[in-house]
């Protein structure tokens, strides 16, 4: 039983180890362990398994593999509880679980490894994560070069959204605590949320987590929020009184924009799926339509704002269902809609709107993050949590979102 706080010990008996250290030990060094058994693992890795007396000696144990130029991969100290030799209650205090991935291809390529569990630089914060997302973006991050390198991925470790709590704080940061509970966005350049724990800047995208909310509910928010807030807020200007249609009302950036429309007024048009309707009208969605039976761009009807989320109806489609001064708003950032967009802001009339949401400063994340929360502690927006998995399902999770038909966010479990 795992017990990573509050483990029942023997003070009588010393704690056991197991040190793992990349690659297999030469005669040389077998001495500078004696007292411990020492197992040359199949996957090329040693193990190191036996008592040690007190931090004082484990430190200087930890000194004798660094020196040697040894890379230290994980320590776990396990508590003798049930008598000498006893290994039954285990405390993780270097290495941690992620999902890691070396080549691109199919979900498959996602391993679950254990790693180094990172320290925090004087600026840092190392959070311990509870649950993070599969965002829409990921499966195409995993398969194809592009985004995280070329001939292999630049970073092992995928994962954009996080909710935790904060473990250590470096010497210099100030605007968290250890214990706080945060969620946010660590962005292309980071990544890295499928695992354990993950060290960001104290000036990442990260916020406290509002106290009405789990922590799957945190993960998935910001998954949507961060995308639909600066859309409809920033580039489409919303305003009070207009007409909005949201198109793939139903996914994670959808649901949330439903919800925002509708906060700043507007009258709002969803158009997903016959299955989602009513999850859709559920948000607050005045009207919705099923495209499996309704074209929204034949119907005569006209509007303020419309928002792809998709990326499925361009705006040589929209144009028409758009007021005289309308705004067509994509996320899907093709050749066609940049050349659309430079070309209708230098005209009057109906425009193309794209934000580059991914590439915003943490600053203005965090700002947005802030304004979020004031929504979410009055229930004016929610999650929309379609399944969750835990972090050894995360393939199975990856093909689920590839399917391309999941409702709001897919979360996983990483506890």
């Not at 030799?85 to 080549?103: E, F, H, P, Q, R």
């Not at 929610?382 to 399944?387: E, F, P, S």
Request: glycine share 10%.
């Amino acid at each position: 039983m795992t017990n990573r706080n509050n483990p029942t010990t023997d003070p009588s008996q010393p704690a056991i180890y197991q040190i793992r250290i990349k690659g297999h030990l030469n005669d040389q060094w077998v001495e500078w362990f004696e007292g411990m058994s020492i197992t040359l693992e199949e996957n090329g890795n040693t193990l190191l398994t036996g008592p040690v007396i007190d931090q004082a000696a484990l430190h200087g144990l930890l000194r004798k593999i660094r020196d040697a130029g040894m890379t230290l991969l994980s320590v776990n100290q396990y508590y003798s509880t049930k008598g000498e030799n006893s290994m039954d209650t285990k405390v993780n205090t270097y290495g941690m679980k992620a999902i890691v991935y070396t080549k691109f291809g199919a979900p498959d390529v996602l391993k679950l490894k254990e790693v180094a569990k990172p320290a925090p630089k004087d600026n840092e914060v190392l959070i311990r994560i509870v649950a993070t997302t599969v965002a829409v973006e990921d499966p195409g991050i995993r398969a194809r070069p592009g985004l995280n390198g070329f001939l292999k991925p630049k970073k092992s470790i995928l994962g954009f959204y996080l909710a935790g709590e904060v473990e250590a704080v470096g010497k210099d940061v100030k605007r968290f605590n250890k214990g706080d509970q945060v969620y946010g966005n660590t962005g292309l350049g980071l990544l890295g949320t499928y695992a354990e724990y993950i060290c960001m800047p104290e000036d990442g995208a990260l916020a406290m987590k509002p106290a009405n909310i789990t922590y799957a509910e945190a993960a998935a928010l910001p998954n949507g929020a961060l995308t639909a807030l600066p859309f409809l807020r920033d580039k489409g200007n919303i305003q009070s009184g207009q007409k909005v249609l949201i198109n793939g009302a139903s996914g994670a950036v959808g649901t949330i924009a439903v919800q925002l429309a509708k906060y700043f007024g507007a009258d709002v048009t969803g158009v997903c799926s016959t299955a989602n309707l009513e999850m859709v009208r559920s948000l607050g969605a005045d009207k919705v339509i099923d495209y499996t039976k309704e074209d929204f761009t034949k119907n005569s009807e006209t509007y303020d704002i419309i928002f792809d989320t998709v990326g499925n109806s361009p705006f040589s489609r929209c144009k028409v269902s758009l007021t005289e001064n309308g705004i067509y708003l994509t996320t899907v950032p093709s050749p066609v809609a940049m050349l659309q967009m430079l070309w209708t802001s230098k005209k009057g009339g109906k425009k193309v709107g794209i934000a580059a949401t991914g590439l915003r400063s943490s600053n203005e994340k965090i700002k947005e993050l802030i304004f979020l929360n004031g929504l979410i502690e009055t229930g004016k927006i929610k999650a929309v949590i379609d399944r969750s998995y835990p972090l050894e399902q995360i393939a199975e999770a990856h093909r689920y979102v590839e399917a391309g038909h999941k409702k709001g966010n897919v979360v996983i479990d990483v506890r």
